[in-house]
């Protein structure tokens, strides 16, 4: 039972409708931009517009944050990644001008929503039930997720074309705009706006230092695996969108069903057990995808996704809030320290977006997607050693 259920569930709800909107449009907008000039690099480049926008404003939306308020920042990282999807109604047609102009738009939201949806988490959920409530709020996610997709992907393919993504960006907008007004019910709890950023940056906890290495792989594997090189060796093998909608709504229920099975038998204590068996079949269900890139093989990959998603996602989230309530020596330094732990996380996105563009540069066609899911999926087995040694720490 979580504590502040009322809190909680209207926090949830809040996230939901969030989630399901962008869920709803998120796959189809990677493929709406490689359809402008089917670019791997050009698509690569929005990625990595997006990923140094976020390092280099999600201190200034921590600072932001605190002379506002954490919901306050959840609220305007939402409300932009309306204004976005905004942009792409208005400026459907310069694909040129698009890749700058989401890349930054969705990189400022990405850092507000970001500093606003930590901070809430770890006020609204004490550190003993984050497990639970973890795997609650996959649990909806994963409901979004898949819901969203199919919907959309159907909507894409009957109304066909231009019209059937710019109907996809409306009722995305619709859902963003929801979640702002919906959050107007949570309590609004203010900041001190003194913060000591330097001392989170150069605190000496083993665990912190720890917590930071593991982020930078982390955040390699999880910013280009799925929502990019994923959706990309997806497309292409099934050449339809309304096959992506479908098979990421397959994956999505596995994930739930997954989900639930976790929640009853992951505990802080085995935590890493369970991160380590499914960073292993994603790893090597990756390399089956490049020996057989098929149709059939690419269904059994999106179950392994959803079946191994949430056994490496809260393990990593989890651990993170009781790394910096463990550090911190007040809730106004958690703050800090969550924004600290972005440098890491935004160079990391950088570091593997130029490596792809690299990469492809010297191996061009579609075989690089696969090699590289086989190289990005093996990062998750790297972090297992940071994730064994901070689940002992905690």
Same mark, same amino acid.
């Given at each position: 039972?979580?504590?502040?259920?009322?809190?909680?569930?209207?926090?949830?709800?809040?996230?939901?409708?969030?989630?399901?909107?962008?869920?709803?449009?998120?796959?189809?907008?990677?493929?709406?931009?490689?359809?402008?000039?089917?670019?791997?690099?050009?698509?690569?480049?929005?990625?990595?517009?997006?990923?140094?926008?976020?390092?280099?404003?999600?201190?200034?939306?921590?600072?932001?944050?605190?002379?506002?308020?954490?919901?306050?920042?959840?609220?305007?990282?939402?409300?932009?990644?309306?204004?976005?999807?905004?942009?792409?109604?208005?400026?459907?047609?310069?694909?040129?001008?698009?890749?700058?102009?989401?890349?930054?738009?969705?990189?400022?939201?990405?850092?507000?929503?970001?500093?606003?949806?930590?901070?809430?988490?770890?006020?609204?959920?004490?550190?003993?039930?984050?497990?639970?409530?973890?795997?609650?709020?996959?649990?909806?996610?994963?409901?979004?997720?898949?819901?969203?997709?199919?919907?959309?992907?159907?909507?894409?393919?009957?109304?066909?074309?231009?019209?059937?993504?710019?109907?996809?960006?409306?009722?995305?907008?619709?859902?963003?705009?929801?979640?702002?007004?919906?959050?107007?019910?949570?309590?609004?709890?203010?900041?001190?706006?003194?913060?000591?950023?330097?001392?989170?940056?150069?605190?000496?906890?083993?665990?912190?230092?720890?917590?930071?290495?593991?982020?930078?792989?982390?955040?390699?594997?999880?910013?280009?695996?799925?929502?990019?090189?994923? #959706?990309?060796? !997806?497309? @292409? $093998? /099934?050449? %339809?969108?309304?096959?992506?909608?479908?098979?990421?709504? *397959?994956?999505? =229920?596995?994930?739930?069903?997954?989900?639930?099975?976790?929640?009853?038998?992951?505990?802080?204590?085995?935590?890493?057990?369970?991160?380590?068996?499914?960073?292993?079949?994603?790893?090597?269900?990756?390399?089956?995808?490049?020996?057989?890139?098929?149709?059939?093989?690419?269904?059994?990959?999106?179950?392994?996704?959803?079946?191994?998603?949430?056994?490496?996602?809260?393990?990593?989230?989890?651990?993170?809030?009781?790394?910096?309530?463990?550090?911190?020596?007040?809730?106004?330094?958690?703050?800090?320290?969550?924004?600290?732990?972005?440098?890491?996380?935004?160079?990391?996105?950088?570091?593997?977006?130029?490596?792809?563009?690299?990469?492809?540069?010297?191996?061009?066609?579609?075989? #690089?997607?696969? !090699?590289? @899911? $086989? /190289?990005? %999926?093996?990062?998750?087995?790297?972090?297992?050693?940071? *994730?064994?040694? =901070?689940?002992?720490?905690?």
């Amino acid at each position: 039972m979580i504590k502040k259920v009322s809190e909680a569930q209207r926090y949830l709800i809040a996230q939901l409708l969030y989630q399901f909107g962008l869920l709803f449009s998120r796959i189809f907008l990677v493929i709406f931009l490689w359809k402008g000039n089917q670019s791997l690099d050009q698509l690569a480049w929005f990625f990595l517009i997006q990923s140094f926008t976020i390092l280099l404003v999600y201190y200034p939306c921590g600072v932001f944050a605190r002379w506002t308020s954490p919901l306050f920042a959840f609220r305007l990282g939402v409300g932009l990644y309306g204004v976005s999807y905004g942009t792409l109604l208005i400026f459907q047609h310069d694909v040129a001008l698009l890749y700058l102009w989401i890349g930054l738009l969705t990189g400022i939201a990405e850092s507000f929503w970001s500093v606003g949806t930590h901070v809430l988490t770890m006020e609204i959920v004490p550190n003993e039930q984050r497990d639970s409530f973890s795997h609650y709020h996959y649990v909806f996610t994963s409901l979004a997720g898949m819901i969203a997709p199919f919907l959309a992907g159907s909507m894409i393919t009957y109304l066909g074309g231009m019209k059937g993504y710019l109907a996809v960006f409306l009722i995305t907008m619709i859902f963003l705009l929801s979640s702002v007004l919906y959050s107007f019910s949570l309590r609004n709890k203010g900041y001190r706006p003194k913060s000591n950023f330097r001392a989170a940056f150069f605190n000496k906890s083993k665990a912190w230092k720890q917590l930071l290495q593991a982020s930078f792989l982390w955040i390699g594997a999880e910013s280009l695996l799925k929502p990019f090189l994923l #959706v990309m060796a !997806l497309y @292409l $093998i /099934v050449k %339809s969108e309304w096959w992506v909608g479908t098979f990421t709504t *397959i994956s999505s =229920l596995c994930g739930i069903l997954a989900s639930f099975y976790y929640a009853q038998v992951i505990q802080p204590q085995n935590r890493q057990r369970y991160y380590l068996i499914a960073a292993l079949c994603l790893f090597l269900f990756m390399i089956f995808l490049w020996s057989v890139p098929a149709f059939w093989s690419i269904v059994l990959v999106m179950v392994v996704v959803g079946i191994t998603t949430p056994a490496l996602d809260i393990p990593m989230n989890t651990v993170m809030y009781e790394v910096i309530d463990s550090v911190t020596e007040s809730e106004e330094q958690r703050l800090d320290f969550i924004t600290v732990r972005e440098i890491p996380l935004g160079l990391g996105r950088i570091a593997v977006l130029i490596f792809f563009l690299f990469f492809h540069k010297i191996w061009t066609g579609e075989d #690089v997607l696969y !090699l590289m @899911l $086989i /190289v990005f %999926s093996g990062f998750y087995l790297m972090v297992y050693g940071w *994730i064994r040694k =901070l689940v002992d720490m905690s």
